[in-house]
């Protein structure tokens, strides 16, 4: 029964939980729309698009476990829309939450036999390399925006 161990580690990196102690909720509820558009000397991206292009994949997945086709395109995946507001950071960050939720859950029923099956297409390799990359992805970026929350933070 591996598929729920993939489904929970995917939450605990989104809600926490897991082993390195630090999610995206955690780090990312208490940095203001203000900080999220900051850009830093040097860096390419701000933690909205950092942010943003975690869920873009997300999304993705959901869109394939909900019998879509896969619809990405490395090269969009940071083209985030305007956010001018706290209200629209809050909104946004809600459809986070809420859409890593609905892939967890569709991900939960899935049988083990499916991660050696092919993601949509043999090129993109099996279900279980792209729900365990997803999950390594997450991590990755996640420690790049508390990186980033704080340097921005230390030059307040």
Known sequence: MLIPQIAGHFRQVYFGGNWTAS??????????????VTAIPGLTNTILALTYHIHYYVVTIRGVLRGGPLDAHDKFSFDHP????????QL??????????????LMEPLPDEKLDENFTDEKYGNYY?????????THYHLGQIVVMKKMIRSDK
């Open 23 to 36: 999610c995206l909720k955690d780090q990312l509820s208490d940095i203001s729309r203000e900080e999220a």
């Open 82 to 89: 305007a956010i001018e507001t706290e209200e629209q950071w």
């Open 92 to 105: 946004f960050l809600l459809d986070v939450w809420k859409t890593a939720e609905e892939l967890a859950d």
């Open 129 to 137: 390399r792209n729900l365990s990359g997803l999950i390594e992805h």
